[in-house]
């Protein structure tokens, strides 16, 4: 008796679970698992989510999404949506072209149809290589899907993000001890999409997630348009879909897709710039003008009204309202600290939306830019590097390859870590890492003076040693100073290797107007050179007074030709209407000190 009745068992269960149908794509029938509730309702939401590499529909249904606590059936029961497991051609995903873009489009079409689907509330996921081809969707369809989790999965080759058309909430679930796909790969895929929904850079996270010691939420956002990234760590989970009674991953992806919908009534509204994150360091004397004027950039829309206005602030100071396109505002003589820059969206309804960034302000008069070294794999804030192949922006981590923090572990070592950089085409300055440029995420704000850098470096695999050229560049280019030095020190290409302590280099510059600057540094105009450079400190040494500038002592005085000591242009008239010549000396006018010299 009991051997007849267990297959029987397996058959029913197979027959309730499975619910298989086919759908004809570009002339190719194709096949795939849905759940529909009883009861559904009208106007559902759908959840599509693609097996793994050499998987099926049925595996990922029955195998990967079900234990003795709950199964993704239950959650549907519960929320009242349907899920389809489709199955890949060949048991794989076309993670770069159309084919299956076309079959999502066709299943979401059959699911209106057929359950009377809200084409506002389509969600994608997807484990491994279906989570690589949740990615590939983002930039594909995200006109037709409200969220998306990708599960273990991500682009091997880097991902992109060029959606174009709104913000794209994610929620990506890894764990950490992923042989298949490393959880090194994960925040670099991430970082991409945060960086593109204007999301803050910094995390707030959530350990031992829902009691579950095993699980860390982090949480990005929000954003442009309130998303967020999010990303469920679990701690040492190897390449698998979580089932744990705390943390089960069906019941998670509902819980964050829940939250979104395409159909937004209120506008929809980004801060373009600037970036979220974006530090501004400035070296300048006390009671300088120490920072630059910040422009605040925005878009904005409506899809079923109009935008009536755009207010931006600084943290609860309006800074401007704008009442047509282009929506931007400048944030001038803020002082140091972090400022929360929001841009408020008001439609002719009245509803409103929000977008926000966080910028830092920095005063300085002597920075060790090297501090930041502090993670192997990964390119720091306000570094921007180059091999002539690739070009790297910080933050970002991951790299196991090109150029890089390297963490040193020899026992004996000149430094901990390094940034590593080379030139694989042994073209002229091509191969570089720059600091201080405006897509790294950093802009480094200079006052005339007197400098000095610091710094270590030494060759990565270089036996003969190559040369390294050091320039402080306006932020337009153009070098103001420069200064050559080849290394004694050559590591050997290993990160064990013991190595001698650089001796400390010294550059001294000038800088004669005030503004955005970046130092770089270049290894030889060789195949293949490199450079590690192990240690970088920048100090102002002396800064120089400004005052009014005249070409000689008797020149007529006029409009904008003359700066106050704060390094501001000012109108002269309105200063010394009774005075149209000044000699040189120094002036006190309003309570405020003016040094007359030759220009």
Known sequence: MKHILFPILLLMVGM??????????????????????????????????????????????????????????????????????????????????????????????????????????????????????????????????????????????????????????????????????????????????????????????????????????????????????????????????????????????????KNYSLNKTSPNVSITAPKTGTKYISFAPTGGNLFPDITITANADDSNGTVKKVEFYDGTTLLATCTAKPYKATLTGAKAGKHTLKAVATDNDGETSTASVEVTLQAASSLTISSAFTEGGALPAGWTTYDSNERRTGYSNGYSQGCRVLQFTGSSRGFNYGLYFRNISGGARQGWAKYGLSDGGTTLCLAPGHYTLKYKICNWNMSDFGSVELNIEKATGSSIASQTYIPTINIGNVASNNFGNPEQQVFEFDITEQGAYAIAVYSAASEWSDCIIGQLILTANSYNETGIRITNNHDPITNNQYYDLQGRKISVSNQFSSSPTLPKGIYINNGKKYVIKAK
């Open 16 to 257: 309730v679970s499975v619910n298989a149908d086919n759908i004809t794509v570009n002339g190719t029938s194709r096949s795939y698992n849905v759940y529909a509730p009883k009861n559904l309702g009208e106007n559902r939401p759908l959840l599509i989510f693609c097996h793994g590499y050499n998987q099926d529909a049925n595996w990922m249904q029955n195998s990967e999404f079900k234990n003795d606590n709950v199964s993704m059936e239950a959650v549907c029961d519960t929320a009242k949506f349907v899920v389809v497991f489709p199955n890949g051609i060949d048991k794989s995903w076309d993670i770069s072209g159309d084919r299956d873009i076309n079959f999502v489009k066709a299943i979401i079409d059959k699911m209106v149809t057929k359950h009377n689907i809200d084409r506002n509330r389509v969600y994608l996921g997807g484990f491994s290589m279906g989570g690589m081809f949740t990615y590939h969707a983002m930039n594909k369809i995200p006109d037709l899907i409200a969220a998306f989790c990708p599960v273990s999965g991500y682009p091997m080759g880097g991902a992109t993000a060029n959606a174009n058309v709104r913000s794209i909430p994610i929620l990506h679930i890894h764990g950490t001890g992923d042989e298949t796909c490393g959880f090194s790969g994960v925040q670099p895929a991430l970082n991409v999409w945060i960086n593109y929904n204007g999301c803050p850079t910094t995390a707030k996270v959530k350990s031992n997630y829902n009691g579950f010691g095993g699980a860390k939420l982090h949480i990005w956002g929000p954003g442009n348009d309130n998303v967020e990234v999010r990303l469920l760590e679990l701690a040492d989970k190897g390449h698998w879909i979580c089932k744990e009674k705390q943390v089960y991953t069906g019941k998670e992806i509902w819980n964050f897709c």
